[in-house]
C-alpha cells in the first residue's frame, strides 16, 4: 500500500512552524514500513528563504527550513519515506500534480479519528489508525 501522511496535526501536534509533540504515530508508521507499506509525506510545509506577503492576516510571513524540519522528524524516528510530496513513480504516467496514494491519512480528513484535546487543536488518533489498517 501506498499512504500519504500529512505532518501537522497528524504525526505531530499543530505548532507550526515549530514541530509539534509526539502523538503516538512512529510505532504505528514503523509497523506499516515493516509490513512493506510505503509512505509519502504530503504537507503543506515548505522550505522558505524569501519573505513574501502572505495575503491572509492569519499567516505570519514566516521564512524557514519548515519542510527540511518535518523529513528529519521521519529520519530521527528512523522511518523511511518512499516519497516527499509526491509519489515517485507517477511521473511515468501522469503530469498531475496530485500525489497519488491507496490512503491519506490527514487530521483535516473527513472521518479520521481525531483526539480533542481541552486546548488546542484536534490531531490525528493513532491507536485507531493502527486499528483501521489492521496493524
Known amino acids: 500500500m501506498v499512504i500519504a501522511i500529512d505532518f501537522d496535526g497528524t504525526v505531530v501536534t499543530h505548532e507550526f512552524p515549530k514541530v509539534g509533540r509526539n502523538i503516538g504515530a512512529a510505532p504505528v508508521l514503523k509497523k506499516l514500513v515493516e509490513r512493506g507499506d510505503k509512505l509519502i509525506l504530503f504537507t ?18 514566516v521564512t524557514g527550513n519548515f519542510l527540511t524540519d518535518a523529513v528529519n522528524w521521519f529520519k530521527e524516528n528512523d522511518i523511511p519515506l518512499w516519497g516527499i510530496q509526491s509519489n515517485p513513480t507517477q511521473k511515468n504516467w501522469t503530469t498531475s500534480p496530485k500525489c497519488y496514494a491507496d490512503y491519506y491519512i490527514d487530521d483535516a480528513g473527513i472521518g479520521c479519528p481525531l483526539i480533542y484535546p481541552e486546548k488546542g487543536r484536534p490531531y490525528v488518533d493513532w491507536e485507531q489508525v493502527a486499528y483501521i489498517l489492521g496493524i
Not at 503543506?44 to 510571513?61: N, V
Open 44 to 61: 503543506m510545509r515548505s522550505d522558505r528563504t524569501e519573505k513574501k506577503e502572505t495575503g491572509d492576516p492569519s499567516i505570519e510571513d
